[in-house]
């Protein structure tokens, strides 16, 4: 196996550089480039999340001096084609410059080819640039040069000479949107509004017009891969995001989780050089798929008498309320018994058989239908969830809350 190849391309995340992330004379042009998924200082991991949340990577321009670095005119999704190991290696370099981090998404090169990424121009063959328009946002090069249909891929190169510039050992590829009527994901803007977003899908599937079959995500340490896991887990159970985002389950299903940890133990102390490429970890088991488990009969049955019990206590709970408050006089609202624990089977057996919805954000929402009498006032409701949550936690061994709402 060849140690200096992969397969896979890896687009990395770091944390938010207000600064330098975000130009504009105003609050609200620096929040136009910020959009309104996170704060303008997110870590590197709340971007990953978010990414995985929305169900794809929205271009970026690649701010530096309050400058574009991505020619063309069109904002670019920027991946390198360094293998794993060594992309650690750069990480634990280039850390403290906050230009990269251990933090990413991995594609199967032949995929995101596929998708329309191409390789990176380093370099021109002339050293006299024109430009046919050259300010912060909008670099597009003359077409005697480079077509403006391929500038998106050039970066700059001088390997030599008193302005050194030399980015050649990233191997980057890069990805334009060509196509905005299947090039697009859903998401909040800097302005509050919710909508189409020109961006890279990743979990939609070959059956709506993407390319990907899988992906990897990448995190640092065992702790955010257990986060990730359950993050995945949930959309895979949901089939959707709560923009209503249809997610094809094969492309979750099939993809992984790599703790860079891992790669750098294996490689430095365990003498794994397999494990410096994607394939290699691999083979070596040390990927993570997402957590599906089934139930056995027996805890089918013990969810069904669970259930039973909780209807009771709710209707016992109702009674209750209406003896101690006749009048239906307060807040308008609702309630619900919501747990979180989405990778346990019990709760994924009650979601297949629909006696649970969601996930929503990782939020499973119990059914429990039982004979009280509807009332507007939220804290009837309050009071009827409080005690099916607590039966709920006491007779399926995990932890079940109240999560009310007003109408």
């Given at each position: 196996?060849?140690?200096?190849?992969?397969?896979?391309?890896?687009?990395?995340v770091?944390?938010?550089?207000?600064?330098?992330?975000?130009?504009g004379?105003?609050?609200?042009?620096?929040?136009?480039?910020?959009?309104?998924?996170?704060?303008?200082?997110?870590?590197?991991?709340?971007?990953?999340?978010?990414?995985?949340?929305?169900?794809?990577?929205?271009?970026?321009?690649?701010?530096?001096?309050?400058?574009?670095?991505?020619?063309?005119g069109?904002?670019a999704?920027?991946?390198?084609?360094?293998?794993?190991?060594?992309?650690?290696s750069?990480?634990?370099?280039?850390?403290?410059?906050?230009?990269?981090?251990?933090?990413?998404?991995?594609?199967?090169k032949?995929?995101f080819?596929?998708?329309?990424?191409?390789?990176?121009?380093?370099?021109?063959?002339?050293?006299?640039?024109?430009?046919?328009?050259?300010t912060?946002i909008?670099?597009?090069?003359?077409?005697?040069?480079l077509?403006?249909?391929?500038?998106?891929?050039?970066?700059?190169?001088?390997?030599?000479?008193?302005?050194?510039?030399?980015?050649?050992?990233?191997?980057?590829?890069?990805?334009?949107?060509?196509?905005?009527?299947?090039?697009?994901?859903?998401?909040?803007?800097?302005?509050?509004?919710?909508?189409?977003?020109?961006?890279?899908p990743?979990?939609?599937?070959?059956?709506?017009?993407?390319?990907?079959?899988?992906?990897?995500?990448?995190?640092?340490?065992?702790?955010?891969?257990?986060?990730?896991?359950?993050?995945?887990?949930?959309?895979?159970?949901?089939?959707?995001?709560?923009?209503?985002?249809?997610?094809?389950?094969?492309?979750?299903?099939?993809?992984?989780?790599?703790?860079?940890?891992?790669?750098?133990n294996?490689?430095?102390?365990?003498?794994?050089?397999?494990?410096?490429?994607?394939?290699?970890?691999?083979?070596?088991?040390?990927?993570?798929?997402?957590?599906?488990?089934d139930?056995?009969p027996?805890?089918?049955?013990?969810?069904k008498?669970?259930?039973?019990?909780?209807?009771?206590?709710?209707?016992?709970?109702?009674?209750?309320?209406?003896?101690?408050?006749?009048?239906?006089?307060?807040?308008?609202?609702?309630?619900?018994?919501?747990?979180?624990?989405?990778?346990n089977?019990?709760?994924?057996?009650?979601?297949?058989?629909?006696?649970?919805?969601?996930?929503?954000?990782?939020?499973?929402?119990?059914?429990?239908?039982?004979?009280?009498p509807?009332?507007?006032?939220r804290?009837?409701?309050?009071?009827?969830?409080?005690?099916?949550?607590?039966?709920?936690?006491?007779?399926?061994?995990?932890?079940?809350?109240?999560?009310?709402?007003?109408?």
């Amino acid at each position: 196996m060849r140690h200096d190849h992969t397969d896979w391309l890896i687009h990395f995340v770091r944390d938010r550089n207000p600064e330098q992330d975000f130009p504009g004379q105003s609050e609200d042009e620096a929040r136009y480039f910020a959009g309104g998924e996170l704060e303008f200082d997110a870590s590197a991991f709340q971007v990953l999340c978010t990414i995985i949340r929305l169900g794809g990577l929205i271009p970026g321009h690649s701010f530096r001096n309050n400058r574009t670095t991505i020619y063309g005119g069109e904002p670019a999704v920027c991946v390198t084609e360094m293998p794993l190991y060594a992309f650690a290696s750069y990480v634990k370099q280039a850390a403290a410059t906050g230009r990269v981090s251990a933090y990413g998404i991995a594609f199967l090169k032949r995929e995101f080819y596929e998708a329309g990424g191409r390789p990176a121009i380093y370099g021109l063959s002339t050293n006299k640039v024109t430009y046919e328009v050259n300010t912060w946002i909008r670099r597009i090069l003359s077409p005697t040069i480079l077509p403006q249909a391929e500038q998106y891929r050039y970066v700059a190169y001088s390997p030599s000479g008193a302005r050194w510039i030399d980015w050649s050992h990233e191997r980057e590829w890069r990805w334009k949107v060509t196509d905005s009527e299947r090039e697009y994901i859903w998401c909040e803007a800097g302005d509050g509004t919710f909508g189409r977003t020109p961006g890279l899908p990743l979990f939609r599937g070959k059956a709506e017009g993407a390319c990907f079959s899988r992906v990897c995500i990448i995190v640092w340490n065992n702790q955010e891969a257990a986060e990730v896991q359950k993050l995945l887990t949930g959309l895979y159970l949901a089939g959707s995001n709560n923009y209503d985002t249809h997610f094809e389950k094969s492309v979750i299903g099939n993809s992984s989780i790599i703790v860079l940890e891992d790669v750098i133990n294996a490689v430095e102390s365990g003498q794994n050089l397999d494990a410096q490429t994607i394939e290699g970890l691999e083979e070596a088991d040390l990927v993570r798929p997402i957590l599906l488990k089934d139930a056995t009969p027996e805890q089918a049955k013990r969810v069904k008498s669970a259930l039973k019990a909780a209807a009771q206590a709710g209707a016992q709970a109702a009674k209750g309320h209406i003896c101690a408050h006749p009048q239906d006089i307060g807040g308008c609202g609702s309630a619900a018994a919501v747990t979180y624990d989405i990778t346990n089977e019990l709760v994924q057996y009650m979601l297949k058989e629909g006696l649970a919805t969601g996930p929503y954000d990782g939020r499973v929402h119990i059914e429990v239908h039982g004979e009280w009498p509807p009332r507007q006032e939220r804290a009837y409701y309050e009071a009827i969830y409080l005690e099916i949550a607590e039966c709920l936690s006491q007779h399926l061994g995990i932890q079940v809350r109240l999560y009310s709402w007003d109408d």
